[in-house]
């Protein structure tokens, strides 16, 4: 009988330094290990009102309407599309990664008459080919990806917000990737719909979907005279449970609501400010360790996330062989390429707790090993050195 049952979990210890899952502070964890209690408890109803409280601090809103949707962050973007469009309604997605990609999908699935913008891998958008988009399509939503995690590529989003208003479209933005890593100002730049994720840089296990709507966004939502059409996802019950007669809608994944709430307790505390400082920090020592390797990063200069380092393979450079070694010797994850990047480019993360110069310092170190076995020259210690410097100055 007993050779049926599996050994009990007893994952290995890892350094999460790919497109996340990201590491996980060990107070996050324990908080997800505090005894369950009923999801309309007074404890857990408490919980939630504190939850949404420091979702709207992250997100610098006021929204009333900013709470966890219970599923990962491609839940936050069904949320986001899913309530915002109904059949036959125009929709501008800007694709520029895998993510957009996937938004231009979610976004048809729900009926929408899809028109997508596209820029090669690792290149943004000019807010002037949206301007001419929204003239020509007059779409009642444009999507697009704050931070492509696939391609490391930062998208600035508030001119292209302005615009979209003037032109009366509402503007849904992925911001799964750069909430709690860099700025995102949601009541300033005047974003309508947000979502994100707890894995990446807000440092909490994969299972919730932040997301925020505008009261814009709300009156949309309160027009629409078709029912939405995923039932799980439709604000109007899951606002109630959240805010109005805490109706019972779907019994929320209580213990991954007490982690996203130490996970912002432990972000708030630190300072947003400080947060994007130390992120931007690592970013750049992490930068200059990689090019005195001999190393590039893909994508424009000026465009780049802190928290998502795509840097090239050299040339003779097995992709899967150096990334084996660094997670079989050092215990480190870094992401592969996706798509046209596939075996091209390395994603190194540097998101939330895993942003830090040991990670930095550890990861640089460990990598000039994997390019000498594969022999190619590196100057000793160039990387460590190089990074160390950066750290220095500040
Ligand atoms: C990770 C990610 C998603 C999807 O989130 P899941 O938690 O994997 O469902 C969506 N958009 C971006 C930009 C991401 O980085």
């Not at 508030?158 to 990737?177: F, G, M, N, P, R």
């Not at 990063?297 to 990334?323: F, K, S």
């Not at 100057?379 to 950066?390: E, Q, R, T």
Request: hydrophobic share 45%; with cysteine.
């Amino acid at each position: 009988m007993s050779a049926s049952i599996p050994p009990a979990i007893c994952p290995p210890r890892r350094i999460l330094m790919g497109p996340g899952p990201s590491d996980i502070p060990a107070r996050v964890l324990a908080a997800l290990g505090a005894p369950t209690v009923g999801h309309l408890d007074p404890y857990f109803l408490k919980v939630m009102d504190e939850l949404q409280a420091m979702l709207r601090q992250v997100f610098r809103t006021q929204n009333s309407l900013t709470l966890a949707v219970s599923g990962t962050g491609s839940a936050g973007m069904e949320t986001v599309v899913d309530n915002l469009i109904e059949p036959g309604d125009r929709m501008v997605v800007c694709v520029n990664g895998v993510f957009g990609g996937r938004m231009a999908d979610v976004a048809r699935r729900a009926g929408a008459e899809v028109t997508v913008l596209e820029r090669p891998y690792g290149e943004v958008f000019d807010p002037a080919v949206i301007e001419t988009a929204l003239k020509s399509h007059q779409p009642k939503v444009l999507g697009i990806v704050n931070a492509e995690t696939s391609t490391g590529a930062h998208q600035s989003v508030e001119e292209i917000a302005k615009l979209c208003h003037q032109h009366s479209a509402l503007i849904a933005v992925d911001c799964v990737t750069s909430l709690g890593g860099m700025p995102v100002e949601v009541d300033a730049w005047g974003l309508d719909a947000v979502y994100s994720g707890t894995q990446k840089c807000l440092s909490c296990p994969p299972g919730l979907a932040p997301v925020t709507f505008s009261s814009r966004a709300v009156e949309a939502l309160d027009r629409r005279t078709k029912k939405v059409q995923s039932w799980y996802l439709d604000m109007q019950m899951v606002k109630d449970y959240w805010g109005g007669s805490r109706a019972y809608h779907h019994t929320a994944p209580i213990n991954m609501n007490f982690a996203l709430h130490e996970a912002l307790r432990q972000v708030l505390e630190e300072g947003l400010e400080a947060r994007f400082a130390r992120h931007q920090q690592n970013h750049l020592a992490l930068k200059a360790g990689a090019e005195a390797m001999g190393l590039s990063y893909a994508g424009v200069d000026g465009h780049r996330l802190p928290m998502l380092n795509a840097i090239q393979i050299p040339d003779g450079l097995d992709d899967v062989i150096a990334r084996k070694q660094l997670l079989n010797d050092y215990g480190i994850e870094i992401g592969g390429g996706l798509g046209p990047w596939k075996g091209k480019v390395w994603r190194v993360g540097l998101m939330g707790t895993a942003s830090s110069a040991a990670n930095v310092l550890l990861f640089l170190a460990a990598l000039e090993n994997c390019l000498i076995s594969q022999g190619k020259q590196v100057p000793a210690g160039a990387g460590v050195a190089a990074a160390n410097a950066v750290y220095r100055q500040n």
